[in-house]
T-cell receptor, first 115, second 111 residues
Framework: EAQVTQNPRYLITVTGKKLTVTCSQNMNHEYMSWYRQDPGLGLRQIYY???????DKGDVPEGYKVSRKEKRNFPLILESPSPNQTSLYFC??????????????FGPGTRLLVL | SQQGEEDPQALSIQEGENATMNCSYKTSINNLQWYRQNSGRGLVHLIL?????REKHSGRLRVTLDTSKKSSSLLITASRAADTASYFC???????????FGTGTRLTVIP
């Protein structure tokens, strides 16, 4: 089954404790992206990647890191989480064709609470 | 902001009625997409309309695009309680690598 998986689905942590949220897709997509969703603000892009070893900042990259060592995986790293990073996080992937944005497939979300 | 803006923010209708949601945007686009999100879950793609298309259908969904007015509408006909969700438009803007999502319309269909 074609899908995007994220782990963990729920996470409670404390300020400053490094964490990683994993994202994996099995559709051989070039493009992968991380979003956060907060009430009243819609989806805001954190980082994206257009292929292996190619990553770039989205709208709200501060406090986050990503890597793209393999095509299927795109982990999101919070080196020193703070309470303002409490949010619902989504990973998404899509094909990338001729610079045009195609249909994105979303993971189920990771709900993060930073105390 | 590069985001699209949906209108209305919230919509409540009776089952069987039609629901119309609108999306406005500010820049030139390659395509415009509509997504659905059930509460707290991942977004699911509904339909993509390209900049050279004016109307597209998928089952009970009808999407229109007016690039001169920089707007799109999503019509759900004969709504069902199961259509209750948030609906987002996302624009694939010319020269940009990403989709830009609006803040969504919350649709409630009352049985």
């Amino acid at each position: 089954e074609a899908q995007v998986t994220q782990n963990p689905r729920y996470l409670i942590t404390v300020t400053g404790k490094k964490l990683t949220v994993t994202c994996s897709q099995n559709m051989n997509h070039e493009y992968m992206s991380w979003y956060r969703q907060d009430p009243g603000l819609g989806l805001r892009q954190i980082y994206y990647s257009m292929n292996v070893e190619v990553t770039d900042k989205g709208d709200v990259p501060e406090g986050y890191k990503v890597s793209r060592k393999e095509k299927r995986n795109f982990p999101l790293i919070l080196e020193s989480p703070s309470p303002n990073q409490t949010s619902l996080y989504f990973c998404a992937s899509s094909f990338w064709s001729s610079g045009k944005q195609e249909t994105q497939y979303f993971g189920p979300g990771t709900r993060l609470l930073v105390l | 902001s590069q985001q699209g803006e949906e209108d209305p923010q919230a919509l409540s209708i009776q089952e069987g009625e039609n629901a119309t949601m609108n999306c406005s945007y500010k820049t030139s686009i390659n395509n415009l997409q509509w997504y659905r999100q059930n509460s707290g879950r991942g977004l699911v793609h509904l339909i993509l309309i390209r900049s050279n298309e004016r109307e597209k259908h998928s089952g009970r969904l009808r999407v229109t695009l007016d690039t001169s007015k920089k707007s799109s509408s999503l019509l759900i006909t004969a709504s069902r309680a199961a259509d209750t969700a948030s609906y987002f438009c996302a624009t694939g803007q010319t020269g940009a690598n990403n989709l830009f999502f609006g803040t969504g319309t919350r649709l409630t269909v009352i049985p």
